[in-house]
């Protein structure tokens, strides 16, 4: 079993900048693609970027793409999301997920293991 714990999120002014933080433990060998998702209040779970073991993939959802970087450090068993330019729509309750998949995947049903999510409010 593996359990993801994430940090950071919290209320920011359009256009400012949060980073989350995901701590896994437990059996983090099986661990490989990470992903963050959120959710917004009365929508559906959508994908926002994954990054693959080494790093050497990442994948954004194009509403994300330029704004936020996935990143991990594996020795400190923690993947980070960096979110600049914060705008309304952003708002949610992010998650954290952990795939023993090593490929890229922006499906919520290949992911093995999530986090409890913290929530982000950007205000306008």
């Known amino acids: 079993q593996v359990q993801l714990v994430e940090s950071g999120g919290g209320l920011v002014q359009a256009g400012g900048s949060l980073r989350l933080s995901c701590t896994a433990s437990g059996h983090t060998f099986s661990m490989n693609t990470m992903g963050w998702f959120r959710q917004a209040p009365g929508k559906e779970r959508e994908f926002v970027g994954c990054?693959?073991?080494?790093?050497?993939?990442?994948y954004y959802a194009d509403s994300v793409k330029g704004r936020f970087t996935v990143s991990r450090d594996n020795a400190k068993n923690t993947v980070y999301l960096q979110m600049n330019n914060l705008k309304p729509e952003d708002t949610g309750v992010y998650y954290c997920?952990?795939?023993?998949?090593?490929?890229?995947?922006?499906?919520?049903?290949?992911?093995?293991?999530w986090g409890q999510g913290t929530q982000v409010t950007v205000s306008s």
């Open positions: 997920a952990a795939a023993r998949t090593n490929a890229v995947l922006t499906t919520a049903g290949f992911y093995d293991y």
């Open positions: 990054i693959t073991w080494n790093g050497g993939n990442t």
